[in-house]
């Protein structure tokens, strides 16, 4: 593994596929009565965000505390950013007092690529703007790779503001990467230019873009990020592009949906799908522990080279298990 998990642009198949691989020894102990192993005890972890979060943040916290690690959590209005320090001087203070792990979100897209080039602690970009968020996109690998297998050939279908979505991007890079066909659907004036260069087909007409695929990822619309109004509303958003029960009757039956969230209920998804049989949301979540688990496990240096991840077999294990050996 690289010192740094900035995004998924790049990673190949077989640095993809060991992350995947060691959260699926990790979804065993979240199962048990005692969800904690000292795999990464003495190591230090610094969460850093600077924008708001609930699902990453509090599942990042989790899985560091499911490892025994030190955990400290800052964000901007507690921080001396707020003062008018930088963000590269905050985390060279940090680093100072001898961390092991910085994961940082923050809404200046490149921000982790800057914290990587001026420090020695792991830097796990936790998303960057609009660039990436490169540990929701191998979540939803895993939670795709669950259902279907073998990702190779499988088709994937992402609709909604792809212009500004930093899982937008990591999702179509990482499913590159494990040869998978990905679909990108949503209105013209939120969909980058150029965006085939990816290797993506582009496609404005929600029916179709969905009637072959095996996945159909929807994405929040970032109000947020939109300077300007990109669309007539959101009554019209939600007849052109809103998943609905009827949309889905046109796809394949075993056709799954996912959402990273935030939802917004009845913009672009309907509250029935949301909560249906098709929908695997939730599970989205409780996996986002499992790979953020061993995201920090493998660059917070619980692995060490050449070792294979392993979980302990039995809670009455845990105590013997070492950082060398355990995963």
Partial sequence: MTQHLLGLEGMNVGQITRILDTARSFEEILERPVKKVPTLRGRTIINAFFEPSTRTRVSFELAQKRLSADVVNISNSGSSISKGETLRDT??????????????????????????????????????????HPTQGLL??????????????????????????????????????????????????????GIEALGVNVEYDLRRAVREADVINVLRIQFERHGTSLFPGAREYARL????????????????????GPINRGVEIASDVADGPRQVI??????????????????????????????????????????????
């Fill in 241 to 260: 592009f809103a998943i609905t029960n009827d949309v889905l009757r046109d796809t394949k039956p075993e056709c799954f949906v996912m959402h990273p």
């Fill in 91 to 132: 985390i060279a203070n940090l680093e100072a007092m001898k961390v092991d792990m910085v994961v940082v979100r923050h809404p200046t897209s490149g921000a982790p690529h800057l914290l990587a080039a001026c420090t020695k602690a792991a830097v796990i970009n936790a998303g960057d703007g609009a660039h990436e």
């Fill in 282 to 327: 939730l599970q989205q979540v409780t996996n986002g522990v499992a790979v953020r688990m061993a995201v920090c496990y493998l660059y917070a240096g619980g692995a060490q080279a050449g070792d294979e991840a392993r979980a302990p077999s039995r809670p009455e294990d845990e105590a013997s298990v070492t950082a060398a050996n355990v995963a």
């Fill in 140 to 193: 939803d690998l895993y939670t795709m790779r669950s259902r279907l297998g073998s990702l190779e050939g499988k088709r994937v279908t992402i609709v909604g503001d792809i212009e500004h979505s930093r899982v937008a991007r990591s999702n179509i890079w990482g499913l590159r990467s494990v040869g998978a066909h990905v679909t990108v659907c949503g209105p013209r004036s939120m969909m980058p230019k």
